[in-house]
C-alpha cells in the first residue's frame, strides 16, 4: 500500500495521545521537537488518560480473574507504556517499584491470582506468574527504561530459557501447582509466544536471539496452519481477523503490531499475507474501522464501529510502514 495515502492531517487534529503517536511513529519527528512536546504536555493532562492513571495509582488491583480481561491493570499498564509514559510520569514512578517488589524467586513478576482447585491450582489468593501475563510486565518496564536493571534482566533470563523448539509453551510459576491452560503440554501457546516476542522486541540485547525466532516462526506457523491447529484453544478465524484497539489480546493487529518489530521477517510470504488482508481493510482515504470493539474501552473513541478510528489507523498504519521501510532496506543490501 502507497504509504502516502496515509491520512496525517486527520490523525493529528483530534486526541492528543493519537497526534503525539503520530509525530513520533509514522513523521519521525523528535521528542524534542516543539510540536511533539506540546503533544505530550496535552496528552498528560488528558481527561480519559487521567481516569485510567486514577485506576493504575492502585496498582496491581484486583485478583486476576481472566487475562483476556480487557480491563486487567496490566493491559492498562501497556497501553500507556505504548503511548510513551515514562519511568518518571505519575503514576508510573509509584507502580514500578510495586512491580519490583514482588519478583518471584524463579525471576518474573508476580501480580496477585487466584486459580480454583478444580483447574489445578489452590483455591487461595496468591502472588504468582504465568507466560501470559508476565512478559507484558517485562514489556512495560523495558518501555519505561529499566531494561538494564538486574531485576528485568533475572525475569527475562527464566522467560527466555522456558522457550522449547515449537516456541513457548503454556507455562506458570511453581506457586500455582500443576496448573496450565486447555491444551495439551507439549503444545506452544500462542499467546504466550506473542507477549514473549512483544517484550523481546523492544530489548536492545534479546531483539534477534535465537528464541525470538523461534518464537515467531511458531506465530507464522499456526497463521499458515490456521484450519488445522488451534493450541490451547486459540483460533486465527473470523474473530481473530476482526481489528480490535488496543492490543490486548490474541489477533491479527495485535499480532501484527509485534512482528513487525523484526525487520528480517519483512520478506516472509506469511507475514505478508497478513499485512495484505490487514490493508484490505482501508477505506478509500486510509482509515480503517474498528470491527470488534472492547467494552472496558467503549469510552474511547477506537471504541465504538461506526466511524473510522484514528487510534485504530494509526496502529495500522505503523505496522504497514515498518513492514514496508524493513523491506526497502533488505533490497538495498
Not at 512495560?140 to 527504561?145: D, N, S, V
Not at 512482528?259 to 481493510?281: I, V, Y
Request: negative net charge.
Amino acid at each position: 500500500m502507497d504509504t502516502t495515502r496515509i491520512p496525517i492531517e486527520w490523525l493529528l487534529e483530534d486526541d492528543p495521545f493519537i497526534a503525539y503517536r503520530t509525530r513520533l511513529d509514522l513523521l519521525g519527528q523528535s521528542e524534542h521537537d516543539t510540536a511533539v512536546e506540546s503533544s505530550r504536555r496535552m496528552m498528560l493532562r488528558d481527561p480519559k488518560l487521567q481516569d485510567l492513571l486514577a485506576d493504575l495509582s492502585t496498582w496491581p488491583g484486583v485478583v486476576i480473574a481472566s487475562h483476556k480481561s480487557a480491563n486487567q491493570p496490566f493491559h492498562k499498564l501497556n497501553f500507556i507504556a505504548d503511548l510513551g509514559f515514562r519511568a518518571n510520569d505519575a503514576p508510573v514512578a509509584e507502580i514500578i517499584p510495586r512491580i519490583l517488589q514482588h519478583q518471584s524467586s524463579e525471576g518474573p513478576f508476580q501480580l496477585p491470582m487466584n486459580i480454583p482447585t478444580h483447574y489445578g491450582g489452590s483455591g487461595d489468593d496468591q502472588w504468582a506468574w504465568a507466560l501470559c501475563d508476565a512478559p507484558l510486565l517485562v514489556y512495560a518496564l523495558i518501555k519505561f527504561g529499566l531494561e538494564d536493571t538486574p531485576e528485568v534482566q533475572a525475569a527475562l533470563q527464566h522467560l527466555l530459557d522456558l522457550v522449547r523448539d515449537n516456541g513457548w509453551p503454556c507455562a506458570v510459576s511453581k506457586t500455582l501447582g500443576s496448573f496450565h491452560g486447555p491444551g495439551r503440554k507439549d503444545d506452544p501457546c500462542p499467546f504466550a509466544n506473542l507477549a514473549m516476542l512483544k517484550a523481546l522486541s523492544q530489548s536492545h540485547v534479546w531483539r534477534d536471539s535465537q528464541a525470538t525466532r523461534i518464537g515467531a516462526e511458531t506465530l507464522l506457523s499456526l497463521w499458515s496452519e490456521s484450519t488445522e491447529r488451534h493450541p490451547y484453544m486459540f483460533f486465527m478465524g473470523t474473530d481473530f481477523r476482526k481489528l480490535k484497539a488496543p492490543l490486548v489480546w490474541y489477533d491479527l493487529l495485535h499480532v501484527l503490531d509485534v512482528l513487525s518489530c523484526f525487520p528480517w521477517l519483512a520478506q516472509d510470504t506469511r507475514l505478508r499475507d497478513m499485512l495484505d488482508l490487514l490493508q484490505s481493510k482501508a477505506d478509500a482515504q486510509g482509515r480503517f474501522t474498528v470491527e470488534s470493539v472492547w467494552t472496558a474501552w467503549k469510552a474511547w473513541e477506537f471504541g465504538q464501529k461506526r466511524v473510522p478510528s484514528r487510534w485504530l489507523t494509526l496502529l495500522a498504519w505503523r505496522v504497514i510502514q515498518r513492514i514496508e521501510n524493513a523491506r526497502i532496506e533488505g533490497h538495498r543490501r
